[in-house]
């Protein structure tokens, strides 16, 4: 059995009663994350943390930056891109300024601009680490899309970057912040239907156009597990409250030509160090897989969907149902980190999480090219 060395850490996912008992830990416990103090902003309480969103895409456009006209800490306040074009669109439509309109090449002279302080990166995968490092050598906290990059080496880069500028980084798991994700971690956590056993997650898409960035291997750095598997591989870390011990995987391309250099179908297998068994799926194939279940011994429970923006519900063996109230999980999740960056108290989505995930999805590659059995030491 070949052996991928994997550091034991319990992933920082909390439920709804550990983030409300957490969140009464004081920032005077906790050491200084340079200039960000809790006594930097006593004078301006009511400061909010100036946002520049780095790639003006989909996810841009559509969720998270109409989630910023609804935070309570975060305002946008400069953009990057390499359209000019759209640059005009988005400075009209939200009022900014020349001098926070930047391009890729020009990020470095957010140094010398206060207006901004945090960079949120939303550009493809392979491009996170180059803009996270920009970002960070101008002085600015980093919130990156996930997955973190297409590497641990990436992800190590963008990790020691921000130490280096004395910055957090934070990685775009907006599934922490969601409720009904929470919920499930408390049943599990708190063993309302006793221990967990088994998990079965899967989430998966038809994609369409041949020409997007995401079938692109350079840029993506996979196929559906470096899109949207990574939220399957999330969930049964989370539903667990562990790290894996083992790995094992197949992996299929069904349309070579459409997705010449990525899989198209992923499954992978789990093994937790307390045995709980996880099998999960992923595809560029098929609509319809949004779903996890944990199977306990006296009862189960899960979502479906249960990863999308809005609409997360599920059902418990019990008949009850899992449905809270939706939220904007991109105005939690960046007021959550503004929140962090304010008191000096470090994210529970740190760049270490991410670049655990990033560990783990190269093994079940290794383990899906190889056919082996990987143990994750």
């Known amino acids: 059995m070949t052996v991928i060395k994997l550091e034991v850490m319990q992933p920082p996912f909390q439920t709804r009663r550990e983030f409300i ?3 009464t830990i004081t920032a005077a416990s906790l050491p200084l994350l340079g200039a960000f103090s809790t006594t930097a902003f006593a004078a301006d309480a009511d400061r909010k943390l100036g946002f520049a969103l780095v790639g003006l895409g989909s996810l841009s456009t559509n969720q998270i ?14 953009i990057v891109t390499g359209h000019p074009a759209k640059a005009e669109v988005w400075k009209a439509k939200y009022n900014i300024p020349d001098k926070n309109i930047y391009n890729y090449d020009t990020m470095g002279q957010m140094a010398d601009n206060p207006d901004i302080d945090v960079v949120y ?4 995968n392979a491009l996170h680490a180059e803009h996270t490092i920009k970002a960070a050598t101008a002085g600015k906290h980093v919130l990156s899309e996930k997955p973190m990059e297409v590497s641990v080496e990436k992800c190590r880069q963008m990790i020691d970057a921000c130490q280096k500028a004395n910055r957090q980084l934070a990685v775009g798991y907006r599934l922490h912040f969601e409720p009904n994700n929470l919920e499930c971690v408390r049943l599990a956590r708190e063993k309302v239907f006793g221990d967990v056993k088994m998990i079965q997650a899967g989430f998966g898409f038809r994609s369409g156009d041949p020409k997007q960035w995401r079938l692109d291997r350079a840029l993506s750095g996979g196929g559906p597990l470096m899109d949207v598997g990574i939220y399957a591989l999330q969930a049964t870390r989370y539903l667990t409250g562990e790290e894996p011990v083992q790995v094992s995987a197949v992996a299929s391309t069904t349309d070579p030509v459409k997705f010449k250099d990525i ?22 194939r098929s609509n319809g897989l949004n779903h996890y279940t944990a199977f306990a011994e006296n009862g189960w429970f899960g979502l479906g969907p249960a990863y999308d923006y809005s609409g997360i519900n599920g059902r418990r063996s019990d008949g009850k149902a899992i449905t809270f109230a939706p939220i904007d999980q991109f105005t939690a999740e960046m007021d959550d980190f503004a929140q962090c960056i304010l008191n000096n ?19 079940i590659y290794e383990a899906a090219k190889t056919g082996k059995t990987l143990s994750l030491a």
């Open 21 to 23: 008992k957490n969140s």
């Open 345 to 363: 108290q470090p994210t529970k989505v740190s760049g270490e999480e991410g670049r655990r995930d990033i560990k783990i999805m190269m093994a």
């Open 263 to 284: 899989e198209d179908c992923i499954t992978w297998q789990l093994k937790f160090p307390s045995g709980i068994l996880a099998n999960c799926s992923s595809t560029y």
């Open 121 to 124: 990166v939303v550009t493809p």
């Open 65 to 78: 930056a109409p989630a910023l006209q609804k935070t309570k800490y975060c305002r946008l306040a400069g």
